[in-house]
């Protein structure tokens, strides 16, 4: 069964290169990011988790843990964070899951039942492992992506994501496209005019059924 956005996210307790985790527990009150890899001491990775480094400030600032996962085991992630921390010239501060076993990867959908990782593997046994997933403190599901082997992702997108599902949980409010912090937001219909000009004050009515009002604070 696929993991559908607000499903709960499977608990799980794995070992990374920081320790022993039970993912619910880790996630705690927080929003968090997994992000998924096929292997470790690869070039698109490398940069990747570098990327993920860079922003550290950014997650703390949202409240937000990143975690990794690589189906590689706990002592090539601890060697391999030598050269992320060398490509990227700051900390990799985060774990990295050591997933040998797929049972995350297939707890999470990116790999069939069946899969296993053969002697000799290259990162094509395990492409689809190239995803990331938000999930929010209630531990559902709130967004997902999944990428080819040769198309890095955009972190500042996953950051873009990650503000526009903070402004919009468990309020009435959705973010049009190509929407950036501190640009207006749309009311949801679940609110008519008049509710909407009580809760959020001034509305733009562009359509019917497109209303626009400034971010709130």
């Known amino acids: 069964m696929a993991l559908r956005i607000n499903d709960v996210v499977p608990d799980f307790t794995a070992e990374t290169d920081q320790g022993t985790i039970r993912f619910h527990d880790w996630i705690g009150d927080n929003w968090a990011i997994l992000f998924s890899h096929p292997k470790d001491f690869t070039p698109v990775c490398t940069t990747e988790f570098g990327a993920v480094a860079q922003l550290a400030e ?9 975690i990794g996962v690589s189906v590689d085991g706990v002592e090539a992630h601890q060697k391999w964070k030598g050269d992320i921390e060398r490509y990227a010239g700051t900390t990799a501060g985060f774990p990295i899951i050591a997933d040998e ?4 990867s297939k707890a999470f959908d990116m790999l069939p039942a069946e899969a296993y990782l053969p002697d000799g593997r290259t990162p094509n046994d395990t492409a689809t492992v190239r995803s990331v997933f938000i999930i929010g403190p209630d531990k559902k599901l709130k967004l997902s992506m999944t990428y080819p082997m040769s198309v890095g992702r955009n972190f500042a997108e996953v950051l873009r994501a990650l503000d526009a599902l903070q402004l919009t949980y468990n309020v009435p409010l959705a973010t049009p496209a190509n929407w950036t912090t501190g640009q207006d937001v749309i009311v949801a219909l679940s609110l008519n005019d008049e509710q909407a000009r009580e809760k959020y004050g001034q509305i733009d009515i562009k359509l019917p059924y497109l209303r626009t009002t400034a971010a709130p604070k």
Not at 101 to 104: I, N, Q, S, T
């Open 58 to 66: 950014e997650w703390a600032k949202r409240g937000a843990r990143v």
């Open 101 to 104: 076993g797929l049972a995350v």
